[in-house]
Nanobody, 128 residues
């Protein structure tokens, strides 16, 4: 089993920054892909970005590219999401997730159903 604990959300003005953290514990997860998803009120959960735990290769949606940065600290077993230039449309609950089969795909899977492990979510609210 893998346990994920998200933190770091909050209220920020448009143009501001936040850094989310995801503490990972449990069985070995070196082949995993770690992703961040978000879910706005009334909308489906959507993929934002992902990183390969082994090697650190990163992937972003077009909306995240250039503003968000995903990283991981293997010594601390933590994944980070640095979010800059935040917009009101970034308002959502953000979730960290783990895909133990991610290493078998050339690109990270983006369907939330492919990720069996989830954090509890952290609220990000961006005011205009």
């Amino acid at each position: 089993q893998v346990q994920l604990v998200d933190s770091g959300g909050g209220l920020v003005q448009a143009g501001g920054s936040l850094r989310l953290s995801c503490a990972v514990s449990g069985r070995t997860f070196s082949p995993y892909v770690m992703g961040w998803f978000r879910q706005a009120p009334g909308k489906d959960r959507e993929f934002v970005t992902a990183i390969r735990w082994s090697g650190g290769k990163t992937y972003y949606t077009d909306s995240a590219k250039g503003r968000f940065t995903i990283s991981r600290d293997t010594a601390k077993n933590t994944v980070y999401l640095q979010m800059n230039s935040l917009k009101p449309e970034d308002t959502a609950v953000y979730y960290c997730a783990a895909d133990p089969l991610g290493t078998f795909y050339s690109n990270p899977r983006r369907d939330p159903g492919d990720y069996p492990y989830w954090g509890q979510g952290t609220q990000v609210t961006v005011s205009s």
